[in-house]
């Protein structure tokens, strides 16, 4: 299998804390929001808070939550989420796929321009891809474009050959090029850190003014777009439908944590603020004046035991449904998320299209039916705890998770489930590790269960977490679970087809996965955006990274300042 499977799950993220959101799907209806200001309404710039700083403003090195919010009003894909998840198209006019799913054809807009003029081209859609698959190249998105080639037919014209066809190779053309005629001649390796990624030339509806550690100006670009592609196309009926931004700037103010930035919209100097703790962005939701918009999530926070043949005494489908059934998910979402987010049944999304809730019956909390299960898989209780056949100790768990300076989310999760566990009669301890050593642990399987979070993406791809050609080194099954059954559902479900086909798909491999339990699903948690209601227009839908709250930026409005 193609290491192009990391583009739909990304990575493991480990080392992050809060991640957006999930495609959309008949369980998710986005709540209705203001319409844009009436036409003679004032035109003012929006202030907003963001939590960090801005270190390398380019779209395959971006470091910082900063940096990917700032690419997502800088730059474009060929294709973008519209307001129901799918995607719609951008820089792209129109696409073809052959009857394989194998080989994909994109026009681009005649009228798409770089911020200098210069025309938006197939030769700038090769390069992005080749400095994806560049060996130099060592970011996030350096597996997502394996197996991928991608050929300039003409100026206006580029086609991909896939080596492995897949069903969501859409969701990976909404990557944000990069301009080759600025930086064919910077090494790749130095990328990163060149004066373009502090001084980017993008190709969205923003141009940058100024940018320092402190602050970044932008300023509305977007001309009149082609009928029927580009962002105005996505917004929907009620939508602005021609020219700019209503917006007449946008200003993001950096804060080196989210005291610092709720303590700025307090003091009135931003209109909203991004990158809040779920606590956090529910106590300043109750100021007088503002609201909480939360857009539902991709990131699951799961529990991964270890598998492997040996490894431990987890390998019987009824002990992992009694460690699930032992969670009381519903507190989890009230208490560590603070109500922003959505309880887990599978490691699809419930708002994803995918996601059919028929398919795989919930197991509730009920710790008497945990008990009860762990009996039935031949377990038996003393009093010092259960041992599971043949055993002649009873079980103890070490639980691994991040540090909750890194992650206080994924860490306040992992406290619950030790809890709960050890109520159970299983002994659970935390341990708490750097980002990189919990990252160690996993991959040299190391380790008996850990809390993690994984971004599972727009078009849900469970494959690379649990297929059993990814146990092996590199691969992105960390948990070492191997079925032959869900290794031919996992396959199914990624396959191209129609939307009926792959939804059926997806049905079957949720029925199974909920049978398995190979990994326990905790949450999906929300990216949620604080906002003074002066602001008018932002839509809940949809994302896979906090930065889509920009999806329909061109239609907000800033008032009654």
């Not at 992050?16 to 309404?41: D, E, H, K, R, S």
């Not at 519209?82 to 080989?103: E, T």
């Not at 940018?211 to 009926?237: F, I, K, N, Q």
Request: hydrophobic share 45%; no cysteine.
């Amino acid at each position: 299998m193609s290491r192009r499977d990391g583009a739909f799950v990304l990575v493991l993220i480990l080392v992050l804390g809060v991640l957006g959101a999930a495609i959309a799907a008949p369980a998710f209806t986005p709540a209705a929001a203001p319409q844009p200001t009436p036409p003679g309404a004032p035109v003012v710039v929006h202030r907003e808070a963001v939590v960090g700083r801005p270190s390398s403003v380019n779209p395959v090195t971006a470091r910082t939550q900063a940096d990917r919010d700032l690419v997502a009003l800088l730059f474009r894909g060929l294709v973008r989420s519209g307001q129901d998840g799918r995607p719609v198209a951008d820089l792209a006019s129109s696409w073809a796929v052959d009857a394989k799913g194998a080989r994909w054809t994109f026009r681009l807009r005649t009228d798409a321009r770089w911020q200098d003029g210069v025309p938006v081209t197939s030769d700038d859609v090769v390069y992005t891809v080749r400095v994806l698959q560049d060996p130099a190249y060592t970011g996030p998105l350096a597996a997502g474009w394996q197996g991928v080639t991608a050929t300039a037919i003409d100026a206006a014209t580029v086609r991909f050959d896939l080596a492995v066809p897949l069903g969501g190779f859409l969701q990976a053309a909404a990557q944000p090029l990069l301009p080759a005629h600025l930086l064919a001649g910077v090494p790749v390796a130095e990328l990163a850190d060149a004066p373009f990624s502090m001084r980017p030339v993008g190709n969205g509806p923003f141009a940058l003014t100024v940018l320092t550690t402190d602050a970044a100006d932008l300023e509305p670009v977007l001309e009149p777009l082609e009928p029927g592609s580009g962002p105005l196309a996505t917004l929907g009926p009620g939508a602005a439908a021609s020219g700019g931004p209503l917006l007449a700037g946008l200003e993001l103010r950096f804060y080196p944590g989210p005291d610092e930035a709720a303590a700025a919209y307090r003091a009135g100097e931003v209109d909203a603020v991004s990158g809040l703790p779920p606590s956090a962005a529910a106590a300043l939701a109750a100021e007088r004046a503002t609201r909480r918009i939360a857009y539902p999530g991709t990131t699951l926070t799961g529990v991964y035991l270890n598998l492997r043949p040996g490894a431990g005494p987890f390998s019987d489908a009824r002990v992992r449904t009694a460690l699930l059934a032992e969670l009381d998910r519903g507190r989890l979402v009230t208490d560590v998320l603070a109500g922003s987010g959505q309880r887990a049944n599978t490691p699809i999304p419930p708002s994803s299209w995918a996601y059919d809730p028929k398919a795989a019956p919930a197991v509730a909390y009920d710790p008497n039916a945990a008990a009860a299960g762990l009996r039935a898989a031949g377990w038996t209780r003393s009093g010092a705890g259960w041992l599971p056949p043949r055993a002649k100790k009873p079980v103890t768990i070490e639980l691994l998770a991040v540090d909750a300076t890194v992650n206080p989310v994924t860490a306040g999760a992992a406290a619950r489930v030790a809890a709960a566990w050890t109520s159970l009669g299983i002994p659970t301890t935390v341990t708490s590790l750097a980002a990189g050593d919990l990252v160690d642990r996993l991959r040299s399987a190391k380790f008996v269960a850990a809390v993690a979070d994984v971004n599972v993406g727009l078009d849900p791809d469970p494959y690379p977490l649990l297929a059993s050609s990814q146990v092996q080194a590199g691969g992105a099954n960390v948990s070492g679970f191997q079925d032959p059954a869900l290794d031919a559902a996992l396959a199914a479900a990624r396959a191209p087809g129609t939307d009926a086909a792959r939804a059926a798909a997806y049905t079957r491999l949720q029925a199974l996965l909920g049978q398995l339990e190979p990994i326990l699903p905790l949450f999906f948690r929300d990216s949620v955006f604080v906002v003074s209601d002066r602001l008018v227009g932002p839509r809940a839908v949809p994302v896979s990274d906090p930065s889509g709250r920009f999806w329909d930026v061109i239609a907000w409005s800033s008032v009654g300042r």
